[in-house]
C-alpha cells in the first residue's frame, strides 16, 4: 500500500518560488514513477507538471506546459520524497497539486491520470498578482 502526503503549498506573489514535497510512505519507492499533477479547479481535468522514475533519477516535463524551465522535479532517495521546485510563479500557477505513484519497471511511460492507482491528497497553491 502506498501512502503519499504532499507538502509545502501556500499563498505567494507573483514572481516567487515554492518547493512542494511529496513523502512516499511503501516498499516501492525505488521503481516508481512519481509525477506532480495539478488541477485548476474541480470541474477542469488535472494536468501533468513532472515525474521522475526513481530508481534512474530520470526527469520527464510536460512538453507543451507552460512551466517548463520554471518547475524542476527532483528526489531525496534516503528520505523517499519528491520535490517539486517552482520558481518565478504566475498566477495562472494557482491550483490544487497532487503527486501520484506509479510501479514501473523502468522508466515513467505515459504521464496520463489514468495510469497513476496512488494519489495523495493534494496541496494548493494560490499566486497573487
Known amino acids: 500500500q502506498v501512502h503519499l502526503v504532499e507538502s509545502g503549498g501556500g499563498s505567494v506573489q507573483a514572481g516567487g518560488s515554492l518547493r512542494l514535497s511529496c513523502a512516499h510512505s511503501?516498499?516501492?519507492?525505488?521503481?516508481?514513477?512519481i509525477a506532480w499533477f495539478r488541477q485548476a479547479a474541480e470541474s477542469e481535468r488535472k494536468e501533468v507538471v513532472a515525474a521522475i522514475y526513481t530508481g534512474s533519477d530520470r526527469t520527464y516535463y510536460a512538453g507543451s506546459s507552460s512551466t517548463k524551465g520554471r518547475f524542476a522535479i527532483s528526489q531525496d532517495t534516503a528520505k523517499n520524497t519528491v520535490y517539486l521546485q517552482m520558481n518565478s510563479l504566475k498566477p495562472e500557477d494557482t491550483a490544487m497539486y497532487y503527486c501520484?505513484?506509479?510501479?514501473?519497471?523502468?522508466?515513467?511511460?505515459?504521464?496520463?491520470?489514468?495510469?497513476?492507482?496512488?494519489w495523495g491528497q493534494g496541496t494548493r497553491v494560490t499566486v497573487s498578482s
Open positions: 511503501g516498499s516501492t519507492y525505488s521503481r516508481s514513477c
Open positions: 501520484a505513484a506509479a510501479i514501473r519497471g523502468g522508466g515513467c511511460g505515459e504521464l496520463f491520470e489514468r495510469n497513476f492507482p496512488s
